[in-house]
Structures are given as structure tokens and as C-alpha cells.
């Protein structure tokens, strides 16, 4: 069973919310983050949480068009991706970390337990 949820087939310019169950990491994680992963290319951070502070960061184009969320309780984490562009294309993976370098934000090689991952297809 994947721990992300919610990809799937959206238009240019579409939503959509993906979710992460994060009762499948670590309980003790220092940050929780989306990661994503297009088509021939490297995976790459798209926004992470600290959970000590709940410090949000966003990288790339996730800015101002993402929101990123935990519901504690639920143990669950959630994407809400709007404006979606054809190049936001890729799997999408929520994954953990116990410990990350200062002065490093959300880079994917800091991350050591990952989900299986959500494809999102943005296209006409």
C-alpha cells in the first residue's frame, strides 16, 4: 500500500491534493516533505515542513501556487496543487527525515524513508 495518494490526470491550468499517510515513517522525524520526480530528470524538493516549528518551505515553482499541510492528528500530510503546468509532470513522493544539515532545504538526498509515490499527469 503506497503511503501518497491523490495523483492522477489533470488539465493545464487544474488542481489537485495529494495526500501522504505519514504513520508509515518514523514517528520521531525532524522534517516531512513532497518531492517530485519528472520524466528523465532528477528528483527534486517541492516543499518541506520542520515538524519541531512547523517551519513551511517552498522551492522552484511551488511557490505562491502550492500549499503544504499536516493534520497531526490524522497523521496525515496533504499537496494542495493549483495552476498545474504540463512541466509539474512526475511522480510525486512524500518522504522522512531524523536529521537535516544546516543550511540545506528540502533536498531529496537528505531524506532517508520515502513512499512509493503518486503519478501526476498534467496535459490536455
Known amino acids: 500500500e503506497s503511503v501518497e495518494s491523490g495523483g492522477g490526470l489533470v488539465q493545464p491550468g487544474g488542481s489537485l491534493r495529494l495526500s501522504c499517510a505519514t504513520s508509515?515513517?518514523?514517528?520521531?522525524?525532524?522534517?516531512i516533505g513532497w518531492f517530485r520526480q519528472a520524466p528523465g530528470k532528477k528528483r527534486e524538493g517541492v516543499s518541506c515542513?520542520?515538524?519541531?516549528?512547523?517551519?513551511?518551505r517552498y522551492k522552484g515553482s511551488a511557490k505562491g501556487r502550492f500549499t503544504v499541510f499536516r493534520d497531526t492528528e490524522k497523521k496525515m500530510m496533504y499537496l494542495q496543487m493549483n495552476n498545474l503546468k504540463p512541466e509539474e509532470t512526475g511522480t510525486y513522493y512524500c518522504?522522512?527525515?531524523?536529521?537535516?544539515?544546516?543550511?540545506?532545504?528540502?533536498?531529496?538526498?537528505?531524506?532517508?524513508?520515502w513512499g512509493q509515490g503518486t503519478q501526476v499527469n498534467v496535459s490536455l
Open positions: 518522504a522522512a527525515t531524523r536529521y537535516v544539515p544546516a543550511q540545506r532545504v528540502c533536498e531529496p538526498a537528505d531524506f532517508e524513508s
Open positions: 508509515g515513517f518514523p514517528s520521531d522525524y525532524f522534517e
Open positions: 515542513i520542520r515538524s519541531v516549528d512547523n517551519l513551511i
